[in-house]
């Protein structure tokens, strides 16, 4: 009994959500504008999808594993007013491991991200 219980917990995972395609570009798109909002809460670095690890999503929930590469950004005005965003990488800092929740509709995501450490 407790091994076909834990055969079919194995079967069928940990998590409710399903998962999703990491190549598609619509998932793609929408962690690239987590990204975005995630990156204007928080001054001038602004986070630059590197690859999409692993999501999946549950009742319009995304909850993704991705890296990312900080990026220093610099805003100049052209004469027709517009804004001009122009963003270098910052080689002072690592690839960054991000991990958390998306919900797209809302514009809210909860992401932590830390500098990636090899042992």
Same mark, same amino acid.
């Given at each position: 009994?407790?091994?076909?219980?834990?055969?079919?917990?194995?079967?069928?995972?940990?998590?409710?959500?399903?998962?999703?395609?990491?190549?598609?570009?619509?998932?793609?798109?929408?962690?690239?504008?987590?990204?975005?909002?995630?990156?204007?809460?928080?001054?001038?670095?602004?986070?630059?999808?590197?690859?999409?690890?692993?999501?999946?999503?549950?009742?319009?929930?995304?909850?993704?594993?991705?890296?990312? %590469?900080?990026?220093? *950004?610099? #805003?100049?005005? /052209?004469? +027709? &007013?517009? %804004?001009?965003?122009? *963003?270098? #990488?910052?080689? /002072?800092? +690592? &690839?960054?491991?991000?991990?958390?929740?998306?919900?797209?509709? /809302?514009?809210?995501?909860?992401?932590?991200?830390?500098?990636?450490?090899?042992?």
């Amino acid at each position: 009994m407790i091994r076909s219980a834990l055969v079919v917990f194995t079967l069928l995972g940990f998590a409710s959500g399903t998962a999703v395609d990491t190549a598609n570009p619509a998932i793609n798109q929408i962690v690239r504008d987590a990204l975005k909002d995630y990156s204007e809460n928080h001054e001038s670095t602004y986070m630059k999808l590197t690859a999409l690890l692993e999501g999946e999503q549950d009742h319009g929930v995304y909850r993704v594993r991705l890296l990312a %590469e900080p990026t220093v *950004c610099s #805003i100049s005005q /052209k004469k +027709d &007013t517009s %804004e001009v965003q122009k *963003c270098k #990488i910052d080689r /002072k800092q +690592d &690839t960054l491991l991000c991990s958390g929740t998306i919900t797209p509709e /809302k514009h809210v995501q909860d992401l932590s991200c830390a500098e990636q450490v090899f042992v």
